[in-house]
């Protein structure tokens, strides 16, 4: 179990969800973790989850100026880094007429500006090779209903795996994505749909899956394992898509 051994990551949205499963097989695989999340208590739960074996910053995936920060820790702590995986995102589903600008910019913030600005900040200190790995959204691909701005966040994501994949990879930087479908997490709690309802959503939500279920965490971790390990050297701004089907 050593695939990852001797690299330095950085995994955004690490408190919970896939981004902690993700800590959790790079911690198993020999890598050196740092994780973020903006909730001090959850961050802590997930330092105690992950046997106090990672380091922790508070930051706030949407904000620019912190987006350099962190790059700065990142740099004091590991010196270089050999994974990034942009797990930190927010779903937002609205119908358009009930959108404003406030909203609209909170959906693209955390999930398109800052990861971008965020790689620019950490340009200085990414080794030679180093995996860039950006979770994108099978809704980047689907029509669903009341998901345009996430879906564009999405979708913006994907574009931003090709173009800097061309753009970094004479600095031995692949860049790829991986695009899960619906995958059993605790943000499914956070989508403003009341308790009573969720059940129906969720059972509504796996009925148009083709395999029949949701997704786990462990199962996109593991993907996020093999494009930032030394087993995928030639993968180079793919998209991997993780929805039981759901895009056909």
């Known amino acids: 179990m050593d695939r990852l ?4 990551a950085l995994i955004t949205g690490g408190s919970s969800g896939i981004g902690l499963e993700t800590a959790r097989q790079f911690l198993a695989e020999g890598a050196r973790v740092a994780i973020t999340g903006k909730n001090p208590e959850t961050l802590a739960t997930a ?7 990672a380091l922790v910053f ?16 990142i740099g004091e702590a590991f010196g270089t880094l050999d994974v990034l995986f942009a797990n930190a995102g927010a779903v937002e589903l609205r119908p358009i007429g009930q959108w404003d600008e406030a909203a609209f910019d909170r959906s693209m913030g955390i999930n398109f500006k800052g ?3 965020l790689i620019q900040e950490l340009l200085p200190y990414f080794a030679n090779p180093a995996s860039i790995v950006l979770m994108g959204s099978v809704n980047a691909h ?16 994907a574009s931003l795996t090709r173009t800097l994949s061309a753009e970094l990879i004479s600095r031995g930087i692949r860049v790829n ?6 995958i059993r997490t605790p943000l499914y709690g956070k989508l403003g749909i009341p308790d009573a309802e969720q059940k129906n959503f969720a059972a509504a939500v796996e009925s148009q ?4 279920r949701f997704g786990e965490s462990i199962e996109v971790a593991k993907a996020v394992v ?6 995928a050297p030639f993968t180079v701004g793919s998209e991997l898509l993780m929805d039981g089907g759901l895009s056909l």
Do not use: R
């Open 115 to 117: 990861p971008f600005f």
């Open 47 to 53: 330092l105690s989850a992950l046997g106090g074996e």
């Open 209 to 212: 899956v083709p395999a029949k």
């Open 142 to 157: 689907i029509g669903m209903p009341n998901t345009s701005i996430y879906g564009a966040s999405k979708a913006a994501l």
């Open 177 to 182: 994505a991986i695009s899960p479908g619906p």
């Open 226 to 231: 093999f494009l930032a390990s030394d087993e």
């Open 5 to 8: 051994k001797g690299k330095s």
């Open 58 to 73: 508070e930051s706030d995936a949407a904000d620019v100026s912190a987006q350099k920060k962190l790059a700065e820790q």
